[in-house]
């Protein structure tokens, strides 16, 4: 086994973090090196949280704490980083709560939406992979029926995990399809159903309503789907992230969220926001391209990358 195989999924995901990690510590070294904890220093602690896009509300809530406990006493860095760790695990600990299929549907339907580029494809074959190698039997559906080159990649991910994909022509209705492959997955008894969808920007009315028409379509043939929708998120788009999941959440009732592309950004704090603003699930994130890099969520372990400490 290589190296790279060999890696726990901390060191992974430590890695992973890295961008974001050292912008937090490189901060908080710079302002607590030798230095009491005075109002100047809460101050420039709160800023550096807001920077490091853990969000106005959680840098707040942190240095309202911090003062509580530590106000006119020297902190070293080390502590901060451990305080970090803890109150940020705290915020996380209610959202992360692993995808758990319903065995008793047939299949579980999951919709999975998010804008372009945000790597909904990618997680869709990571997500068969993972359930298929747990013995599910698993479809995927290729809604994303305006780019061939997603058809194309869901196929290869389809060939490579031994799971069907049901796929159309360019430009066909992607609600026909959403339809046609609830009945076959219904008809060949499927424990799992995977609908992508075409990226489409949060401020495209038009794109939205289509949105709504697939969910529509798909509860003529199951009222109770989509059991899930997942809103794919970039890391990389930071603050945009917020806008996304409130246009998604009124378009369709995204019950959870994937947050990808953590290794390629030092906005990782985000998922921390996006946690205390919005409290919904945080399934799983991505910390590269293989399907070893998409794990369930696990807030101590996130909390401790993103401040930058051991497991």
């Not at 809530?61 to 020297?74: H, I, N, Q, V, Y």
């Not at 290869?156 to 360019?170: F, H, K, L, M, S």
């Not at 369709?252 to 592309?261: P, R």
Request: glycine share 8%; hydrophobic share 40%.
């Amino acid at each position: 086994m290589s190296e790279e195989g060999k890696k726990s999924w901390f060191a992974r995901l430590k890695d992973g973090l890295k961008r974001s990690s050292s912008k937090l510590t490189t901060g908080i070294a710079d302002i607590f090196t030798k230095r009491r904890l005075d109002d100047d220093a809460l101050e420039e602690f709160e800023d550096l949280l807001i920077t490091s896009d853990l969000g106005v509300t959680t840098a707040a809530k942190l240095g309202a704490e911090l003062s509580r406990t530590r106000f006119d006493k020297e902190v070293e860095p080390a502590e901060i980083q451990e305080f970090i760790a803890s109150e940020v695990a705290k915020i996380l600990e209610p959202v992360a709560k692993p995808l758990v299929i319903d065995a008793c549907k047939k299949p579980h339907v999951i919709l999975v939406v998010g804008v372009n580029g945000s790597g909904k494809t990618t997680t869709i074959g990571k997500l068969a992979k993972t359930y298929r190698d747990q013995g599910l039997k698993v479809m995927m559906a290729a809604g994303d029926t305006f780019r061939a080159a997603a058809v194309e990649q869901l196929k290869v991910w389809g060939e490579r995990t031994g799971c069907p994909v049901i796929a159309r022509d360019t430009g066909a209705d992607a609600a026909g399809l959403a339809f046609d492959a609830i009945d076959q997955a219904q008809r060949e008894g499927y424990d799992l159903l995977l609908i992508d969808t075409a990226g489409r920007l949060q401020n495209k009315a038009h794109l939205m309503d289509e949105l709504k028409k697939i969910v529509r379509v798909i509860q003529k043939r199951d009222q109770a789907a989509p059991h899930d929708t997942l809103l794919v998120l970039d890391a990389t788009t930071g603050q945009n992230a917020h806008s996304q999941v409130e246009v998604f959440s009124e378009a369709t009732s995204v019950t959870g969220l994937i947050v990808t592309k953590l290794d390629g950004t030092a906005k990782g704090g985000v998922v921390v926001a996006l946690a205390e603003k919005f409290g919904k699930p945080v399934h799983a994130i991505g910390v590269g391209e293989s399907a070893e890099d998409l794990r369930p969520f696990d807030a101590k372990s996130f909390a401790r990358s993103l401040a930058g400490l051991e497991d």
